[in-house]
């Protein structure tokens, strides 16, 4: 894809160092360490668009939740300074904050109503009766739950007892509202209708929310933008289509989407791209420098499976890089084969090879030919990979 039209038209505008004119939300060089000896969160400076949906997405212990609960107030950070609206809510209590809280677990009130727990926090606040009346009524339409007042919360489905977490989070109209893994208790079907039920919702209110999960597809599907943890730190912040096409760095290819990874060394340079020589392959791959450039640098070549093309034996396309592989083994997906090879030293090539009238089957075994562009080819920081997952080389 040509990055000049990668559709980041919802990404606030920001400088060349990611900070943001008028943000909601600004993380100053905010630390925690909870044993005075290892940081889980190191020296985060972030800001968060008026408006906008940001999801933390990282591994478990990256740091990611961490963020939420001091945002949200139930951690202190250990140093650094968290700015909402411009004023300082470091020692700020949570419930001075304006801040709306969706839990995994929903934490609903058992013994209230579904009226009851959506007018909880206007009692609160404060605010008579009529308006508590129409705001709750407001709510349950907005969440299109309208005839579930009278209920109690284990009178529910997952799915209604989620929605009724969101509207209870909306109904104070704060100025910002966190979500911290919302969906991890609902089944495939439910969690992807509520991911598009609370990005409309967003939308259409034009709120701010930042939002907590592991899951990758989930913070594709619905972000602005997403920062990527690992380590205490962020990674990358970028809108979803940036993110995955040009991932600034190993841990972030690897995380985002499947990604092939071909280690190797850097030889030199030919027209603004790189040379590879692969490790265990006397085959050279011309790539895009993106966090390497030296000669003689180690590398990991990220391509994405989808980016890769088998060639017939008459293609007579021009790729950049041509190689031959083994075929090892094949899943039937529909759309799509999703075809493991032999090849460049690597046992766990993969290509995805669309489901087309006339395309010519594969078997195992078979000898073939693949090839792609330099600009699919991103040479980045080398690490080195284990069954658990990237680590950092020594």
């Known amino acids: 894809m040509d990055t000049e039209t990668l559709p980041d038209t919802a990404t606030p505008d920001a400088s060349t160092d990611g900070s943001i004119a008028d943000p909601l939300v600004r993380f100053r060089g905010v630390q925690k360490t909870y044993d005075g000896e290892t940081l889980v969160v190191k020296g985060l400076d972030l800001d968060i668009a008026r408006g906008e949906f940001l999801t933390l997405l990282g591994p478990s212990g990256s740091g990611k939740t961490t963020?939420?609960?001091?945002?949200?107030?139930?951690?202190?950070?250990?140093?650094?300074?968290?700015?909402?609206d411009g004023d300082p809510i470091t020692t700020l209590p949570p419930h001075k904050r304006d801040i709306g809280m969706v839990f995994q677990n929903y934490a609903l009130f058992p013994h209230m109503s579904v009226a009851e727990n959506l007018?909880?926090?206007?009692?609160?606040?404060?605010?008579?009766?009529?308006?508590?009346?129409?705001?709750?009524?407001?709510?349950?339409?907005?969440?299109?739950?309208?005839?579930?007042?009278?209920?109690?919360?284990?009178?529910?489905?997952?799915?209604?007892?989620?929605?009724?977490?969101?509207?209870?989070?909306?109904?104070?109209?704060?100025?910002?509202?966190?979500?911290?893994?919302?969906?991890?208790?609902?089944?495939?079907?439910?969690?992807?209708?509520m991911?598009?039920?609370?990005?409309?919702?967003?939308?259409?209110?034009?709120?701010?929310?930042?939002?907590?999960?592991?899951?990758?597809?989930?913070?594709?599907?619905?972000?602005?933008?997403?920062?990527?943890?690992?380590?205490?730190?962020i990674q990358q912040v970028d809108p979803p289509a940036r993110l995955y096409e040009e991932p600034q760095n190993s841990f972030v290819a690897s995380f985002i989407g499947e990604s092939n990874r071909l280690?190797?060394?850097?030889?030199?340079?030919?027209?603004?791209?790189?040379?590879?020589?692969?490790?265990?392959?006397?085959?050279l791959v011309l790539a895009a420098p993106v966090a390497v450039r030296d000669t003689g640098a180690r590398t990991l070549l990220s391509i994405r499976p989808e980016r890769v093309h088998v060639l017939s034996p008459g293609d007579t396309a021009s790729y950049d890089n041509v190689f031959e592989g083994t075929v090892r083994e094949l899943i039937y997906l529909g759309d799509h084969v999703r075809a493991r090879l032999t090849l460049g030293g690597n046992d766990?090539?993969?290509?995805?090879?669309?489901?087309?009238?006339?395309?010519?089957?594969?078997?195992?075994?078979?000898?073939?030919r693949v090839g792609w562009s330099a600009d699919d080819a991103h040479a980045l920081d080398y690490m080195e990979f284990e069954t658990d997952g990237p680590r950092a080389a020594a």
């Open 348 to 368: 766990d090539f993969v290509v995805k090879v669309p489901n087309m009238a006339g395309s010519a089957p594969l078997a195992r075994g078979d000898t073939v």
């Open 67 to 84: 963020c939420l609960m001091m945002l949200a107030g139930f951690e202190m950070p250990t140093g650094g300074d968290i700015l909402l």
């Open 263 to 283: 280690a190797g060394e850097i030889r030199g340079t030919v027209s603004g791209k790189v040379t590879v020589a692969l490790d265990g392959s006397n085959g």
């Open 119 to 193: 007018a909880f926090p206007l009692k609160v606040r404060g605010m008579a009766p009529g308006v508590i009346a129409t705001k709750v009524a407001d709510a349950l339409d907005m969440v299109e739950l309208e005839d579930f007042g009278g209920r109690m919360p284990a009178q529910l489905s997952g799915g209604q007892q989620q929605r009724v977490a969101v509207a209870r989070a909306l109904v104070f109209e704060p100025k910002l509202v966190l979500m911290d893994e919302p969906l991890g208790a609902l089944d495939r079907m439910l969690r992807e209708q």
């Open 195 to 233: 991911q598009l039920e609370i990005k409309h919702l967003h939308e259409s209110l034009g709120i701010t929310i930042v939002y907590v999960t592991h899951d990758q597809g989930e913070a594709l599907t619905m972000s602005d933008r997403i920062a990527v943890f690992n380590d205490g730190v």
